[in-house]
């Protein structure tokens, strides 16, 4: 299994960013995949979560109602929308996998970690 994100970059506060991620391995489907992100200085946050098939979805707090997470299984590629982002949405954006059958926002329940996308937020 492998993870590869991708689309980070800087964007201004107020703006909107969509990162990606792209699977290999085994079937897409059948993983819980979710993103994390860890700010400089800071502890790793979960951001968000998305079942198998797409349907369920969780976002934290700190994202609910500007960030989106979805998914084309078809592509084997998760999605995470961020608009309205906030100079502290900067960060190195993971996305993640797990085979366990339900979703879970603590990262030690994540076997499958990608490289990270950096995102920065301009004031």
């Known amino acids: 299994v492998q993870l590869q994100a991708s689309g980070g970059g800087l964007v201004q506060a107020g703006g909107s960013l969509s990162v990606s991620c792209a699977w290999s391995?085994?079937?897409?489907?059948?993983?819980?995949m979710g993103w994390f992100r860890q700010a400089p200085g800071k502890e790793r946050e979960f951001v968000a979560v998305?079942?198998?098939?797409?349907?369920?979805?969780y976002i934290a707090d700190s994202a609910k109602g500007r960030f989106t997470i979805s998914r084309d299984n078809a592509k084997n590629t998760m999605y995470l929308q961020m608009n309205s982002m906030k100079p502290e949405d900067t960060a190195v954006y993971y996305c993640?996998?797990?085979?366990?059958?339900?979703?879970?926002?603590?990262?030690?329940?994540?076997?499958?970690w990608g490289q990270g996308t950096l995102v920065t937020v301009s004031s």
């Open positions: 993640v996998a797990t085979h366990r059958e339900i979703p879970t926002t603590r990262a030690d329940e994540y076997a499958y």
């Open positions: 391995g085994d079937t897409f489907s059948r993983y819980i």
């Open positions: 998305i079942s198998g098939s797409g349907r369920g979805t």
